[in-house]
C-alpha cells in the first residue's frame, strides 16, 4: 500500500508552491509582444517589484534563473581584475563568488562556515585591511538556503561605514525575498539580486538585479550588451525590457504573485513566514531532545524565515527523504553542498505556504521518524501546533 496518492506537496526551498492564480493567468494564448496588455502589464510590475524590495531605484528583469541575475549583477558592476569581498554562510555564496572568479575578478573570500551568519567585525576587519580599497564590491548572501543561515545585512553595511570603505554592498534574497523582512534602501543595500521561483511563487525562469544610482555610476567593462541592466531598467522600446522576445507567460504569472504578496501585505506576509517558521523550530527542538536530529543554526535571530535545515545524520537523510515521498507524497529539500549529503536534510517553507501545509510536512516527518525508527524526542506536533494556536 501506498500513501502518496492525492496531491504531492513540494517542500524543498525552490521552486516553491505555485499558487493556483499563477497557474491560472499563465494559462493563455500567446498575447500580441508589439502592443497592448503585455506592454501595460510590464509597466505595472517595476513599481510593484521595487515594493517588494523596498527600495525607489531601478530594477531590471532578466530571462533566466537566480544565477543567471548572479552574473548580471556582477557583470555590470565589475571590471577584470576588480577585487570582491565574497562573505560566505553556505553553498550559494561560495557559488556567487565562482561567478565572479569567471569575470576575472580577484577573490577575497571570508568563510563564515556552514553553521554562523556573517560576522560584520570580520567584515570591518577585512575592508580595514584594504587600504588603497581595491575592493569594489561585498557580496552577501542574506539566506543561504543551503544552511538556512540568515545573516544581518544592515549590520554588514554599517560595517563597511564603520571602516570608511567605498566598495558596493550586494546582496543575495534570492531565498529571502518576499519571505525574510528586507529593506535595500533602508539597509544601504545598492545592488540586489532575486529569482521568481522561490517567495515569489512564479515557475523558474525569471530573475531580477535592483540597483542604485552608486551602483549604476560604478558600472565596469565586464558587462555586455545583453546583461546591460540600463536598457532592461529604462527601455526607449518595449523589446529592450528584455532585450528580445519577453517572457511573456512568465509576466504575467509574476503579476498574480505579486498581486497576492502585496494584498497581502509584506508586514503580514513577513509576520506569517516567522510564525510557520517558529512552528518548525519547536517541533525539531522536541525532535532533538532524543537521538540525532539537530537544526543546523543554533541561534534563533540567524534562523532563515523561508527554508531550514537539519542535521539527520548518515543514512537518515536520504532514508527519510525518500519514506516521506514514496510513502507520504511529501519532496524534502536534500542537504545541498554538505558531506555526506544525506547526513541533511531541508524543508522549504517560501511563498505559498500556510499552517495547514506546515503541519502536514512536520506531520509527515513525525511518521518517517517512527516508521524508520530514527530516535526522536515527542511532542513535536503538538508543540508546534502551540505555536500556531497562540499566534
Ligand atoms: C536558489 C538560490 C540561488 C540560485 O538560483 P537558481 O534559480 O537555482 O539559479 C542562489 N542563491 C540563493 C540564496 C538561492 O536560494
Known amino acids: 500500500m501506498s500513501l502518496s496518492n492525492g496531491r504531492a506537496y513540494l517542500a524543498i526551498p525552490g521552486p516553491s508552491v505555485m499558487p493556483?492564480?499563477?497557474?491560472?493567468?499563465?494559462?493563455?494564448?500567446?498575447?500580441?509582444?508589439?502592443?497592448?496588455?503585455?506592454?501595460?502589464?510590464?509597466?505595472?510590475?517595476m513599481p510593484d517589484l521595487k515594493k517588494v524590495a523596498m527600495t525607489e531605484h531601478q530594477v531590471a528583469i532578466y530571462i533566466g534563473n537566480g544565477h543567471a541575475a548572479w552574473e548580471a549583477a556582477l557583470a555590470n558592476v565589475l571590471s577584470p581584475g576588480d577585487h570582491v569581498l565574497?562573505?560566505?554562510?553556505?553553498?550559494?555564496g561560495i557559488g556567487w563568488g565562482e561567478i565572479a572568479a569567471g569575470l576575472q575578478a580577484e577573490l577575497q573570500t571570508v568563510d563564515f562556515g556552514n553553521e554562523m551568519a556573517i560576522d560584520p567585525a570580520r567584515v570591518e576587519e577585512a575592508l580595514k585591511a584594504d587600504k588603497d580599497h581595491r575592493i569594489k564590491a561585498v557580496m552577501a548572501v542574506h539566506v543561504d538556503t543551503s544552511t538556512s543561515v540568515k545573516s544581518d545585512i544592515a549590520a554588514v553595511r554599517a560595517a563597511m561605514d564603520r571602516a570608511e570603505h567605498p566598495a558596493l554592498l550586494m546582496a543575495d534574497c534570492i531565498a529571502s525575498l518576499g519571505c525574510d523582512r528586507f529593506e535595500m534602501d533602508n539597509w544601504g543595500v545598492d545592488v540586489m539580486v532575486s529569482g521568481c521561483q522561490k517567495g515569489l511563487?512564479?515557475?523558474?525562469?525569471?530573475?531580477?538585479?535592483?540597483?542604485?544610482k552608486k551602483a549604476d555610476a560604478a558600472q565596469g567593462t565586464c558587462v555586455t550588451r545583453y546583461w546591460d541592466w540600463r536598457p532592461r531598467a529604462n527601455p526607449e522600446v518595449y523589446y529592450q525590457h528584455f532585450a528580445g522576445t519577453?517572457?511573456?507567460?512568465?509576466?504575467?504569472?509574476?503579476?498574480?504573485?505579486l498581486d497576492i504578496l502585496l494584498e497581502e501585505g509584506l508586514e503580514a506576509v513577513f509576520a506569517r513566514h516567522e510564525t510557520l517558521a517558529r512552528a518548525i523550530w519547536s517541533a525539531f527542538d522536541c525532535w532533538s531532545e532524543e537521538g540525532p536530529l539537530k537544526l543546523n543554526v543554533a541561534d534563533p535571530a540567524f534562523?532563515?524565515?523561508?527554508?531550514?535545515a537539519a542535521v539527520i545524520g548518515s543514512p537518515n537523510g536520504d532514508r527519510l527523504r525518500h519514506w516521506c515521498e514514496h510513502h507520504c507524497g511529501l519532496t524534502l529539500g536534500i542537504g545541498l553542498g554538505r558531506s555526506p549529503e544525506d547526513a541533511y536534510f531541508r524543508i522549504g517553507h517560501m511563498g505559498h505556504v500556510n499552517a495547514h501545509m506546515i503541519m502536514g510536512v512536520l506531520g509527515t516527518i513525525q511518521a518517517g521518524l517512527s516508521a524508520l525508527?530514527?530516535?526522536?524526542?515527542?511532542?513535536?506536533?503538538e508543540a508546534a501546533a502551540d505555536v500556531i494556536a497562540q499566534s
Open 20 to 45: 493556483d492564480t499563477v497557474l491560472q493567468a499563465m494559462h493563455r494564448a500567446s498575447p500580441n509582444i508589439y502592443e497592448g496588455e503585455l506592454h501595460e502589464l510590464t509597466h505595472s510590475l
Open 86 to 92: 565574497v562573505l560566505a554562510t553556505g553553498r550559494f
Open 201 to 212: 511563487m512564479t515557475p523558474a525562469g525569471v530573475s531580477f538585479v535592483w540597483f542604485n
Open 246 to 257: 519577453a517572457p511573456t507567460h512568465h509576466l504575467y504569472g509574476l503579476r498574480a504573485a
Open 303 to 308: 534562523r532563515s524565515h523561508a527554508v531550514t
Open 373 to 381: 525508527d530514527i530516535p526522536h524526542g515527542r511532542g513535536a506536533l
